[in-house]
């Protein structure tokens, strides 16, 4: 046995690295990343502005201006404090490792976003996931349930859930959030596509926290999330953090972009037209099932055996076009693809090949 093989988790032996497929020469539709670049004249004064940079210092670790900014610009009610992450992934593995006592447990609906479950594994947390209904709405008995017999310390509920694409009703979310015995976050990843958001009832429940990222609305490269929330929680996660998690280049860039929120707001609103003109395109199409989204993505069903799923995946992969295949994943999610909305133009590529590889 070698050394490294003696030392390593055997989990971690077991386990696979989150895999990223190669989108070379492809339309990229499978990240939910916004389509859209900047217009040339805020791209050239982000370049000077990262020209003038002091990359020889470290970032200031508090990262004042930009948490101020945030709170601005998302209006975050007063009296809460900004958590930020290297995306909210990292976000994740802080609020993680807040409440990773012993014998802790993290509950999550299923499916829901696998980081919620990974980083509950690397901190040794139990995590208890509660099946969805088959039509992925949120069954709040079985959870309440859940609870009660858990008694989790970490509740996520994403809103919109990813990768079904749906909200779950408020109501019940509400009543999650009154029930549990520890922490709930509300994950906003897709709140700019979505419109309804928890954030001004951040005021009214002591035990929960709103997520989100800029990672969807047109910044996915500058790995940027934050948690909103009382400071109580918000400096219990600040100590898990690393002290210099958010590099100058991040912190300069998005500044400036939230600066000019306004042409992101654009994007999105374009995103959101086209996600409800794609709809009816989509379910126009035979053997395939179109999942209700609320975000920038649509999770479809593709109809036959074992493996059809698969095989459109692979078809459209050999057309030009990247999606993400949920085939061989949670078991709710067999035959499924998630398909990013992209461009005019790239939503057309992607409906021509889908049109092929359903034939
Ligand atoms: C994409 C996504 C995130 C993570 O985004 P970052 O790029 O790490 O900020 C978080 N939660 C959900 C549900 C997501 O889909």
Not at 91 to 113: D, K
Not at 216 to 228: D, E, N, P, S, T
């Amino acid at each position: 046995m070698s050394r490294a093989a003696k030392v390593i988790r055997p989990e971690l032996q077991a386990m696979h690295a989150y895999p990223v497929a190669d989108a070379t020469g492809l339309v990229k539709l499978d990240l939910m990343e916004s389509p859209y670049g900047l217009p040339p004249e805020l791209a050239a004064e982000i370049g000077r502005i990262v020209a003038g940079l002091s990359l020889n210092r470290y970032p200031v670790p508090t990262a004042q201006r930009l948490r101020a900014l945030i709170r601005e610009v998302m209006q975050v009610p007063a009296g809460c404090d900004v958590l930020l992450g290297n995306g909210s992934d990292e976000c994740i593995q802080y609020v993680t490792a807040t409440i990773a006592r012993e014998g802790a447990v993290v509950m999550a609906p299923v499916p829901s976003f696998a980081m919620f479950s990974m980083h509950a594994f690397f901190f040794r947390v139990r995590f208890c996931g509660v099946p969805l209904r088959d039509d992925f709405s949120l069954d709040s008995r079985a959870f309440l349930d859940a609870m009660a017999r858990e008694q989790p310390s970490l509740v996520w509920i994403a809103y919109p859930n990813n990768p079904t694409g749906n909200a779950f009703a408020q109501a019940d979310i509400e009543r999650i959030v009154r029930a549990a015995p520890g922490l709930v976050v509300i994950d906003e990843a897709y709140q700019p596509f979505a419109g309804a958001t928890f954030m001004p009832r951040l005021a009214q429940f002591e035990n929960m926290v709103v997520m989100r990222t800029v990672s969807k609305i047109g910044m996915a490269g500058l790995r940027l999330g934050y948690v909103c929330g009382r400071p109580e929680w918000i400096e219990a996660f600040n100590k898990a953090r690393s002290p210099f998690n958010i590099n100058v280049v991040t912190e300069a860039v998005a500044i400036k972009l939230l600066e000019n929120k306004s042409v992101l707001d654009a994007q999105a609103a374009r995103v959101l037209a086209e996600r409800e003109r794609m709809r009816p395109e989509l379910e126009r199409l035979p053997g395939l099932t179109v999942y209700p989204s609320v975000a920038n993505f649509f999770l479809v069903r593709v109809a036959g055996p074992q493996g059809a799923g698969t095989r459109v995946f692979e078809s459209l992969k050999s057309q030009g076009v990247l999606v993400k295949d949920f085939s061989a994943g949670h078991p709710q999610l067999q035959e499924c693809l998630r398909l990013t909305v992209g461009t005019p133009e790239e939503n057309r590529i992607l409906l021509n090949a889908m049109r092929e590889a359903l034939q």
